[in-house]
């Protein structure tokens, strides 16, 4: 995920680093855009069972969340289109990192 995001964040608005994640059953899409019309969209791989969402970040904060967990498997738990994510790992809950969305 870490690596999905980082190309990415590769044409996101240099000033306001925005991406915007859609998650679904089928799995999850990190797209980004610039003023310059460049768009750059990611697919990734999920288990998710919960309602379709869409979700604006700055691509930073969960690129640092994620290089901050050690392990292959994390969790990212959303409530909804409007409230933080909490990123932590899969194999134990020492290390939680929440992030607050913003809007794109």
Do not use: W
């Not at 306001?16 to 460049?38: D, H, I, M, Q």
């Not at 690129?63 to 050690?70: E, H, M, T």
């Amino acid at each position: 995920m870490k690596d999905a995001l980082h190309r990415a964040s590769i044409l996101s608005n240099e000033k306001y680093r925005g991406v915007r994640l859609k998650v679904t059953r089928n799995g999850l899409v990190a797209s980004t855009s610039n003023p310059e019309l460049e768009e750059a969209e990611e697919h990734i791989d999920v288990d998710y069972n919960g309602d379709d969402l869409e979700i604006g970040f700055n691509v930073t904060y969960i690129i640092d969340a994620l290089a901050a967990v050690s392990c292959n498997e994390i969790d990212l738990l959303f409530t909804d289109g409007n409230s933080s994510c909490l990123i932590q790992p899969r194999d134990t809950k020492d290390c939680r990192h929440v992030i607050m969305p913003m809007r794109l």
